[in-house]
Each structure stands twice: as C-alpha cells, then as structure tokens.
C-alpha cells in the first residue's frame, strides 16, 4: 500500500457507512430505459469479480481501460457509449468516472482503447479530469465498492461536444436506445 493510502485509511473508515443512493444511478434514468439487452463481458475479469489492480486508478495500478466484448448490437446500432460509475462512492449519487461514445467498428474494444486522445472515441466531462478512462479508486478504509460498466446502442450518431457534462447524457439520448449491456467489477483499496 502506498503511503499516501496509508494516511487516507481514516478518512476511509470514517465514510464507511456512507454510500451512494444507487436508486441514482445514471443507469436507471427514464430517457435510457430499454426493453433489449445484449451481454457485455471483459476478458479481464468476470461479472461480480475483482477488477484487477493494472485497470485502476493511480496508486493501484496503471489507469488503462480494461478490453471489452458485447454480444450482437441491434441493427441500426450507429453510436454505442460507455458509462462507467462507482455504485458506492460516498457521495449522495453513484460517481460517474467515464463516459466515452464511439462507433461500433467490432464487437468490442482492446484494452487502453479509452486512453486520452483515442482516435474515433469522445468523451463526456465527468469533473474527474479531461476527457478519459478513470480506473477504480476507492477511497482506502472505505470497503469494497462496485463498479458498473453500462453499454447503450444508440440508432443515430451523437454530438458528444454539446454534452458538457454527465447529468445531460441521459437528455442527449432519450429516445434512441436501441439496447443495452451492463458489466460489474468490484475494487477494494
């Protein structure tokens, strides 16, 4: 454990009874509400396991995005996006750590694909720094928390430089949610 972890563990311990309002979270917004789902796994870790320490945040690990595979996309399936959000930050509403909207060029995207500068992949502020992947970083002494990783296929492209931040992506895509996946890795400090 680092030392900087180290000093962070009271504050950690002192929030663990602190958690998100999941009942918040992004994913159950009315406007990206679908009937159609469609699987989305990682070669990297399983639904419910372990998020591996190279694919968090700094002081864990590296801060690359971990690869991504989905089932068949809906026909029509122009732009998909990808949520990912902390269900158990201490905050009132789950943490939205990356949004990134791309093309659907395969079914699905290598590791460190969602790196700074990607080529063909925009990406929403979060208020987590400029636009890229931001791995697991619970805060030490918190306990365990749940990352959830949303995939939505959307039937037309988007402008995701007229987002300018997190809480308008659900305004920006009622209505063409074609179908969506969902994954969940678990990280602890």
Same mark, same amino acid.
């Not at 997190?166 to 969940?184: F, I």
């Given at each position: ?12 311990? *002192? ?8 009942? !918040? ?13 469609? %699987? ?12 591996? *320490? ?48 791309? %093309? ?32 697991? !970083? ?7 928390? !749940? ?23 659900? %305004? ?18």
């Amino acid at each position: 454990m680092h030392p900087i972890e180290v000093l962070l563990i009271p504050l950690g311990k *002192a929030f663990r009874n602190r958690r998100a309002d999941e009942t !918040r979270s992004m994913s159950l917004a009315p406007e990206l509400a679908t009937n159609h789902h469609f %699987a989305l796994t990682s070669p990297d870790f399983r639904d419910g396991e372990e998020i591996p *320490a190279k694919y968090c945040g700094p002081l864990i690990g590296a801060n690359i995005s971990p690869a991504f595979a989905w089932s068949a996309l809906p026909a029509g399936t122009v732009t998909v996006v990808l949520v990912m959000e902390d269900l158990d930050s201490p905050g009132a509403a789950p943490g939205i750590h990356t949004i990134a909207g791309f %093309a659907p060029a395969n079914d699905g995207l290598p590791e460190n694909a969602l790196a700074a500068g990607a080529p063909g992949i925009s990406f929403v502020p979060t208020g987590r720094g400029p636009g890229r992947y931001v791995g697991p !970083r619970p805060l030490p002494g918190h306990g365990p928390h !749940r990352y959830r990783f949303h995939l939505y296929a959307l039937e037309r492209s988007v402008d995701f430089s007229r987002i300018s931040h997190a809480e308008e992506l659900p %305004a920006a895509l009622n209505g063409h949610v074609l179908a969506s996946g969902v994954l969940t890795g678990t990280r602890e400090s």
